[in-house]
């Protein structure tokens, strides 16, 4: 069992910016693959981004070349910096943990961008 807990979001302007993170409570963590979705009003859950276990990223078309995702294993926490928000940005981002058959799912945090 994994237990995430997913921080950072709030109120922005757009064209700001905003960092997600995402604190897991195994020590495991490395082993996992991380990844961050994001549900707007009135709309499915959508993907974002995933980090493997190995480091390698894949991200959305959605937010490609605006965001970032990394982790520090050392401190169980994936990230996800955001840049350049735009209105339809806007959504609860969530953070989801992977391995062997596990899926594991945080709370979430709203992020809304608004003038």
């Known amino acids: 069992q994994v237990q995430l807990v997913e921080s950072g979001g709030g109120l922005v302007q757009p064209g700001g910016s905003l960092r997600l993170s995402c604190a897991a409570s195994?020590?495991?963590?490395?082993?996992?693959?991380m990844a961050w979705y994001r549900q707007a009003p009135g709309k499915q859950r959508e993907w974002v981004v995933t980090?493997?276990?190995?480091?390698?990223?894949t991200y959305a078309a959605s937010l490609q070349g605006r965001s970032t995702i990394s982790r520090d294993n050392g401190r169980n926490t994936v990230y996800l910096q955001l840049n350049d928000l735009k209105p339809e940005d806007t959504a609860v981002y969530y953070c989801?943990?992977?391995?062997?058959?596990?899926?594991?799912w945080g709370q979430g945090t709203q992020v809304t961008v608004s003038s």
């Open positions: 980090i493997s276990s190995a480091g390698i990223t």
């Open positions: 195994r020590a495991a963590f490395s082993y996992y693959h």
């Open positions: 989801k943990a992977t391995r062997g058959g596990g899926v594991y």
